[in-house]
Antibody, heavy 121, light 107 residues
Framework: QVQLQESGPGLVQPSETLSLTCSVS????????WNWIRQTPGKGLEWIGY???????DYNPSLESRVTISVDTSKNQFSLKLTSVTAADTAVYYC???????????????WGQGTLVTVSS | DIQMTQSPSSLSASVGDRVTITCRAS??????LNWYHQRPGKAPKLLIY???SLDGGVPSRFSGSGSETDFTLTISSLQPEDFGVYFC?????????FGQGTKLEIK
């Protein structure tokens, strides 16, 4: 059974950097794209970006200047860094697997439970 | 970005009812459309990908149809565990975008 688990601080100071790690079990991180998606009551679900196990990545242009997603295949983990956070970055953050089914990709089959990150002083 | 618009925003239905949720894309996306179900406090769960393919383990009462700009999720016979919020998501172009959600309540 594939499981994803987010970890990291639940409270981040404004202007600081949000850092989260996703630990993957039950599947190798190799061969897949791994995503971060966040959810707020106001904006709904927002795709942040993905990283491929090889290290290539793509980000949402709305966040691209502040986002870095990295992968550690030796630990079967991937991570998110979001710099210069404001209250608008307060959200539940999910780490999510992106599979490939008969060549169809860009959808999300396994999700972490989500972690609430609050930006506040 | 592609805008995804769902309707209705909320609905209430009884066990056994047939329920239909619609998702409209702001541009043509062929069949690059996926559906998710989210219960309160839980992560979204994949139901349907590529507009009409049921994910493994998803009950057959769920079905999806449509192409290009207009898509439908149908629950043929509503069950109590089907309450929650349903989202569509386009996978035609990054940045991948989601609909605003349809909240389904069981009467």
């Amino acid at each position: 059974q594939v499981q994803l688990q987010e970890s990291g601080p639940g409270l981040v100071q404004p202007s600081e950097t949000l850092s989260l790690t996703c630990s993957v079990s039950g599947a190798s991180i190799s061969g897949y794209h791994w995503n971060w998606i966040r959810q707020t009551p106001g904006k709904g679900l927002e795709w942040i970006g993905y990283i491929y196990y090889s290290g290539s990545s793509d980000y949402n242009p709305s966040l691209e200047s502040r986002v870095t997603i990295s992968v550690d295949t030796s630990k079967n983990q991937f991570s998110l860094k979001l710099t210069s956070v404001t209250a608008a970055d307060t959200a539940v953050y999910y780490c999510v697997r992106q599979p490939s089914r008969d060549g169809y990709t860009d959808f999300f089959d396994y999700w972490g439970q989500g972690t609430l990150v609050t930006v506040s002083s | 970005d592609i805008q995804m618009t769902q309707s209705p925003s909320s609905l209430s239905a009884s066990v056994g009812d047939r329920v239909t949720i619609t998702c409209r894309a702001s541009q043509r996306i062929t069949k690059h459309l996926n559906w998710y179900h989210q219960r309160p406090g839980k992560a979204p769960k994949l139901l349907i990908y590529a507009a009409s393919s049921l994910d493994g383990g998803v009950p057959s009462r769920f079905s999806g149809s449509g192409s290009e700009t207009d898509f439908t999720l149908t629950i043929s016979s509503l069950q109590p565990e089907d309450f929650g919020v349903y989202f569509c998501q386009e996978s035609y172009n990054a940045p991948y975008t989601f609909g605003q959600g349809t909240k389904l309540e069981i009467k």
